[in-house]
């Protein structure tokens, strides 16, 4: 499979537990980008990584909220001190910076706060 | 502040027929434009997109239109068929902006 990969696909954790997820990207793709998305919403821009550097943020990922791309290839998003609204999805999208920015989805995700 | 939204939450159509999702966006330096498709429990998949410089692009069975004069942008889906039910979102890009402002979503139901 040459798609996007997220592990885990679901996760259920303890309010105030840390957590962590990894996306392998395309292999080719320089840019990777991490999406929250609630239910019945759309998908809402964290981050952005071109190669290992980490170049825009929202103002939605808090300080709780780290992202790190090492090597250039797969990334991880940590949350610690996981909150209940922190429940969603988290998507990953990766794309290969040409000028265009079609991105390709991850299967995501779901990340459960009790 | 400025943001990417759809006109209808549910379209409902027969299968076979034509179906015709529309999206406004009101970033009026947005240069770039996407419909994705996503199904339950399914991460976005991509459907087509178009640029500012283009009104209209076709692919299989799918054609993009946008209208930069109202800011409009809708996806047209013909002959639908039941594995086209999903919820539909735009997404825009643009303004200095690298990542992807998506809408809303609408959902897609197809009716045998």
């Known amino acids: 499979d040459t798609g996007v990969s997220q592990d885990p696909r679901h996760k259920i954790t303890k309010r105030g537990q840390n957590v962590t997820f990894r996306c392998d990207p395309i292999?080719?793709?320089?840019?990777l980008y991490w999406y929250r998305q609630t239910l019945g919403q759309g998908p809402e821009f964290l981050t952005y990584f071109q190669n290992e550097a980490q170049l825009e943020k929202s103002r939605l990922l808090s300080d709780r909220f780290s992202a790190e791309r090492p090597k250039g290839s797969f990334s991880t998003l940590e949350i610690q001190r996981t909150e209940q609204g922190d429940s969603a999805m988290y998507l990953c999208a990766s794309s290969l910076w040409t000028g265009s920015t079609e991105a390709f989805f991850g299967q995501g995700t779901r990340l459960t706060v009790v | 502040g400025e943001s990417v939204g759809l006109h209808l939450p549910t379209l409902s159509v027969q299968e076979g027929d034509n179906s015709i999702i529309n999206c406004a966006y009101s970033n009026s330096a947005s240069d770039y434009f996407i419909w994705y498709k996503q199904e339950s429990g399914k991460g976005p998949q991509f459907i087509i997109d178009i640029r500012s410089n283009m009104d209209k692009r076709q692919g299989q069975r799918v054609t993009v239109l946008l209208n930069k004069t109202v800011k409009h942008l809708s996806l047209q889906i013909a002959a639908t068929q039941p594995g086209d039910s999903a919820v539909y979102f735009c997404a825009e890009s643009g303004g200095g902006a690298d990542g992807l402002t998506f809408g809303k979503g609408t959902h897609l139901i197809i009716q045998p």
């Open positions: 292999s080719e793709h320089n840019r």
